[in-house]
């Protein structure tokens, strides 16, 4: 996995493993307004998955992966962005 920290701004790239949640948890708790791109996220985690839902984290960008897209959805986070950014398509 590759984390990327831009402005206020987690990148989140390839499959996102469990012992990277120690940093995404300090970079939210250091960042006002963090949110977190998972655009090129080919894998999630069960773990970072309940933190990302727990914690409500905005997601800036949708994984294209269909697989992580899928479980979002059934987390019912599709829906949750779709209803606070009106250009969001799923």
């Known amino acids: 996995m590759t ?5 206020k701004e987690a990148v ?3 499959a996102i493993g ?12 250091d960042t006002p ?3 977190i791109d998972l655009e090129s996220v ?6 970072i998955l309940q933190w990302i839902i727990e914690a409500k984290i905005p ?4 994984p294209k992966e269909e697989s ?6 059934a ?14 398509s799923a």
């Open 42 to 47: 080919t894998h999630l985690h069960g773990g």
């Open 75 to 88: 987390a019912g986070l599709l829906e949750a962005k779709q209803s606070t950014d009106p250009s969001f």
């Open 18 to 29: 469990i012992e990277n949640l120690d940093a995404l948890i300090n970079f939210v708790a």
């Open 33 to 35: 307004e963090a949110r």
């Open 68 to 73: 992580c897209r899928a479980w979002l959805d």
């Open 59 to 62: 997601i800036s960008t949708l």
């Open 12 to 14: 989140l790239d390839g």
């Open 3 to 7: 984390l990327t920290i831009i402005e």
